[in-house]
């Protein structure tokens, strides 16, 4: 992570699922180019795996074959560990069975600036939170459709 807490952006995580278990590390290009352009640094990416039955495999990057990570295998050694098997497992509630997912934590190294800022401002985050692109799809939608 960053050198101090004072300078430390927003770290944020995600799960995304590939159904039918077809995850294959095409994802790597495009995460390579965020840290490659100081976007962002990768903290913790796990592939999680459930079986038909429900059942959950977690990997971590280097318990998975290479033709299955692709370009992903460069960020292993600078992964620090930091979610607990708890923090995993209820995250990985929200996989379908016999879909596979790759669990990523990472700093915001775009907003760290600001938020070092706010901070000796003596401001301090209350409230955060994200809106989905699924949601800012389907409001679009709905405006199209009401303005025909």
Known sequence: MTDTVDELGPVDWIVVEFPGSSFNGSIAP???????????????????KKDAAGGLDIAELSDVEDGELGELRAFETELATLLSEEDVIAAAQAIEPGSSAALLVWENLWAAPFGSVVRKAGGQLVASGRIPVQALAAAIEADETQEA
């Open 30 to 48: 495009e995460l390579t180019s965020l840290v490659d352009r100081g976007l962002i640094k990768i903290l913790d990416l796990l592939i999680l």
